[in-house]
């Protein structure tokens, strides 16, 4: 059984105690998984970048917090370079958004590549500290 989950707690001088908080988790978690499956696909070559993007750019994505789709376009026209998620993303949101870049990204590089990028960007997502309180396995 896994321990409960607990916001972090600030102490007096306003640091926190070792605690990653839930917010914190599932936005760093979100991040990384965006960053990592690009990475992941960037190691396939060019092309499959360049697909990724167009499909990105000229599809568009099913997330329904427009602000947030858009971020995630503009980060892809912009070469998939300072992804920024907003601080007050939301659990539903983060997978929103996983969801729709990896549907995105079996379209670009064909749906077997695609689970082969998704299965290692879970195994190495798994390593970070926050997937102990925000399971990279919620996005999907």
């Known amino acids: 059984?896994?321990?409960?989950?607990?916001?972090?707690?600030?102490?007096?001088?306003?640091?926190?105690?070792?605690?990653?908080?839930?917010?914190?988790?599932?936005?760093?978690?979100?991040?990384?998984?965006?960053?990592?499956?690009?990475?992941?696909?960037?190691?396939?070559?060019?092309?499959?970048?360049?697909?990724l993007q167009e499909v990105l750019i000229e599809d568009g994505l099913d997330i329904s917090n427009p602000r947030l789709a858009k971020l995630i376009i503009?980060?892809?026209?912009?070469?998939?370079?300072?992804?920024?998620?907003?601080?007050?993303?939301?659990?539903?949101?983060?997978?929103?958004?996983?969801h729709a870049v990896y549907l995105s990204v079996c379209e670009a590089v064909g749906p077997v590549k695609a689970d082969v990028i998704l299965n290692k960007t879970i195994t190495l997502l798994n390593e970070l500290p926050e997937a102990s309180i925000f399971t990279p396995n919620k996005l999907l």
């Open 1 to 51: 059984m896994s321990p409960p989950m607990r916001d972090a707690t600030p102490s007096d001088s306003g640091e926190s105690k070792g605690f990653v908080s839930i917010n914190s988790a599932h936005h760093s978690i979100t991040t990384q998984f965006l960053k990592t499956i690009i990475s992941e696909v960037r190691k396939l070559g060019q092309e499959s970048t360049i697909e």
């Open 74 to 98: 503009d980060w892809a026209k912009a070469n998939f370079s300072n992804l920024e998620l907003p601080k007050d993303i939301d659990i539903s949101e983060c997978t929103q958004s996983a």
